[in-house]
Nanobody
Framework: QVQVVESGGGLVQAGGSLTLSCAASGRTFNSYAMGWFRQTPGKEREFVAVINWKGRSTYYADSVKGRFTISRDNAKNTVYLQMNSLKPEDTAVYYC????????????????????WGQGTQVTVSS
């Protein structure tokens, strides 16, 4: 069982930066793929970024590529999402998700592939 808790959301002006953190419990954190997703009212939760269990491979949605960076510190059981050049369309509730790695690449893009979810943290970007 893994529990994940997001933090770091808030209100920021367009063009600004914000870093989200996701703290995970459990001794097997370093064997889990970790992903970030986001959701706005009335829309399905969408993929943002993923990092494999070793932290050596990452993948991003086209909408955030070049602006967001996902990273992890396995010693601290924490994954981060550094968000730069934020746009109003980045406004959403951001969710952290975890799943055991069973794939060579260790990358998972579909929300239905994830087992554990946090409660989400609100990010609001004002224009």
């Amino acid at each position: 069982q893994v529990q994940v808790v997001e933090s770091g959301g808030g209100l920021v002006q367009a063009g600004g930066s914000l870093t989200l953190s996701c703290a995970a419990s459990g001794r097997t954190f370093n064997s889990y793929a970790m992903g970030w997703f986001r959701q706005t009212p009335g829309k399905e939760r969408e993929f943002v970024a993923v990092i494999n269990w070793k932290g050596r491979s990452t993948y991003y949605a086209d909408s955030v590529k070049g602006r967001f960076t996902i990273s992890r510190d396995n010693a601290k059981n924490t994954v981060y999402l550094q968000m730069n050049s934020l746009k109003p369309e980045d406004t959403a509730v951001y969710y952290c998700a975890a799943r055991p790695n069973e794939r060579t690449t260790g990358l998972y893009y579909n929300l239905y592939e994830y087992t554990y979810w946090g409660q989400g943290t609100q990010v609001t970007v004002s224009s």
